[in-house]
């Protein structure tokens, strides 16, 4: 059964304007990694964040993580047109293996 | 990070019939994963692929449907076996590199008719 649940389902925006995805777990987690899919493609690895981390950052992506909340949110700013996409969050259990319980995924739709 | 391939990209396949998905990995892995994605759904992982024993499935999988072979630390196998409708996915693997880093391959589109 899915793990996580990601908010909201689908999102459009403007170009230009930033994007929010949230992402909501339900157990202690090890890592939490965002994903971005682009048509049902391969699953591209955006960024991974350790449970004593708190906040990331790589290029135009932020995210931050609340193990009190069980919670992570990732932020696009600037977005291009290039970054319509779905996007997926994915945890690994805090027991020390590698297997990933995914979220349910954002669509995100940038408006030219 | 890790070059992951997969063959093929996409098939159409009857009904009854099996299907074998190869990954190749371009560096020596430990962890190898192999993953499911219905129609407009998420990921589910079907099964951990071990080198040189019996993969581990999760629950709901099962041998005989999702046969796994792993014969080195670069390739694994996914048989999809008797198909049906219910199994037309997207099937992807996936390595774990750089601490826990885990990247997919390109996916293998698999329609069952």
């Known amino acids: 059964s899915q793990q996580g649940e990601e908010d909201p389902q689908a999102l459009s925006i403007q170009e230009g304007e930033n994007a929010t995805m949230n992402c909501s777990y339900k157990?202690?987690?090890?890592?939490l990694q965002w994903y971005r899919q682009n048509s049902g493609r391969g699953l591209v690895h955006l960024i991974l964040i350790r449970s004593n981390e708190r906040e990331k950052h790589s290029g135009r992506l932020r995210v931050t993580l609340d193990t009190s909340k069980k919670s992570s949110s990732l932020l696009i700013t600037a977005s291009r047109a290039a970054d319509t996409a779905s996007y997926f969050c994915?945890?690994?259990?805090?027991?020390?293996?590698?297997?990933?319980?995914f979220g349910t995924g954002t669509r995100l739709t940038i408006i030219p | 990070s890790a070059v992951i391939s997969q063959k093929p990209s996409r098939d159409i396949c009857q009904r009854g019939t099996s299907l074998t998905i190869q990954c190749q990995v371009d560096?020596?892995?430990?962890?190898m994963f192999w993953y499911r994605q219905q129609p407009g759904q998420s990921l589910t992982l079907i099964a951990t692929a071990n080198q040189g024993s019996e993969a581990t499935y999760e629950s709901g999988f099962v041998i005989d449907k999702f046969p796994i072979s792993r014969p080195n630390l670069t390739f694994s196998t996914l048989t999809v076996s008797n198909m049906s409708p219910e199994d037309s996915s997207i099937y992807l693997c996936?390595?774990?590199?750089?601490?826990?880093?885990?990247?997919f391959g390109p996916g293998t589109r698999l329609t069952v008719t």
């Open positions: 996936s390595v774990v590199v750089n601490s826990y880093e885990q990247y």
């Open positions: 560096s020596q892995v430990t962890m």
């Open positions: 994915a945890t690994d259990a805090n027991f020390g293996n590698e297997k990933l319980t």
């Open positions: 157990t202690s987690i090890n890592n």
